[in-house]
Structure formats: C-alpha cells, structure tokens
C-alpha cells in the first residue's frame, strides 16, 4: 500500500525524479539537525511517550520529520532512494506514517527496536510481508525525537 501511495505522488509530480529537479535539491541548504524541533517542553523525553503523541497529533508529527525526509522503497526488485518534503509529506491521501486507526484497519503489527540510546526503529507488518512492510527510523536530537528515514520493504 505504501508502495502504491509512493508511485502515485512520483506519478503526480509530487516527488520529481528528473535529474534538473536533483540538482537543484542538491544546492539547497540543508535544514540544521534542531530545526523544527518543538521545545523540549513540547517534546517528550521518553520514546514511548513521543511515539504516542506522534501517531495521534498530526501538526506534532509533521513538526518532528527531518526535511528533506529520506526515504527508500523497492519497484520492480530495485531499491529506489528519494526524498519528501515538507508538502509532499503532508499532502497524500493518506498518511505516510499509519494513524491507530489505519493501523487497526490494516492490522498492521507494530514492533519497536532499540538501536542505540538515541536511534529507534518502528517497524509495521501486516500478516503478508509484501502486502506491507514499512520501517520507520527515528533519531533524537538534542532533547526531542525525529523522523529521518523511511524505508518500504514490501515487495
């Protein structure tokens, strides 16, 4: 499925592939690894509290991603890397990250893996791997966790 919602946005135009469109994403200031980062009052310390308020406060959730958000996903047996901006995350029909809700709808199986003290890995299954299977990596910076990489291993 989220494979299908990527095509479709590369499709729109939503994410460019052109080599024009990668150049000038190339010249373009990197965002600083604290930018967009709500104030540590804002942002909860513990992971599993962040997580919590990730998936049910949206503005919340679209305020901790990492712009340009990398992401990776396979078409045809070929990974293929790209990245989201801040509009393209926020604009497709439906969310990049599943709400508890889609969540339940999918029966979707979550799991949470601890890299590192600062690195988590958030990775949904349904009971078919190649219908969806999606890992979501987060990194804390400074005081408050962010979303860096998605990467879409469904089939």
Same mark, same amino acid.
């Given at each position: %499925?989220?494979?299908?919602?990527?095509?479709?946005?590369?499709?729109?135009?939503?994410?460019?592939?052109?080599?024009?469109?990668?150049?000038?994403?190339?010249k373009?200031?990197?965002?600083?690894? +604290?930018?967009? #980062?709500?104030?540590?009052?804002?942002? =909860?310390?513990?992971?599993? *509290?962040?997580?919590?308020?990730?998936?049910? &406060?949206?503005?919340?959730? #679209?305020?901790?991603?990492? !712009?340009?958000?990398?992401?990776?996903? %396979?078409?045809?047996? #070929?990974?293929?890397? &790209?990245?989201?901006?801040? %509009? *393209? !995350?926020?604009?497709?029909?439906?969310?990049? !990250?599943?709400?508890?809700?889609?969540?339940? *709808?999918?029966?979707?199986?979550?799991? @949470?893996?601890t #890299?590192? =003290?600062t690195?988590? @890995? @958030?990775?949904?299954?349904?009971?078919?791997?190649?219908? !969806? +299977? @999606?890992?979501?990596?987060? *990194?804390?910076?400074?005081?408050?966790?962010?979303?860096?990489? %998605?990467?879409?291993?469904a089939?």
């Amino acid at each position: %499925m989220a494979r299908f919602i990527l095509a479709l946005s590369i499709a729109l135009g939503f994410a460019c592939p052109h080599e024009a469109w990668g150049q000038a994403k190339a010249k373009r200031k990197k965002p600083a690894a +604290s930018e967009n #980062v709500p104030a540590p009052k804002d942002c =909860p310390s513990k992971f599993e *509290q962040f997580l919590e308020r990730f998936e049910t &406060d949206f503005t919340f959730q #679209v305020a901790v991603v990492r !712009y340009p958000l990398q992401i990776a996903f %396979m078409d045809d047996g #070929v990974q293929i890397k &790209d990245t989201l901006n801040r %509009m *393209q !995350y926020t604009k497709p029909r439906q969310p990049w !990250y599943p709400t508890p809700a889609l969540q339940a *709808q999918w029966e979707l199986r979550k799991e @949470v893996r601890t #890299v590192s =003290p600062t690195k988590r @890995v @958030v990775h949904f299954q349904q009971a078919d791997p190649e219908s !969806y +299977s @999606v890992d979501f990596h987060f *990194q804390k910076a400074g005081s408050c966790w962010r979303l860096v990489f %998605m990467d879409d291993r469904a089939q």
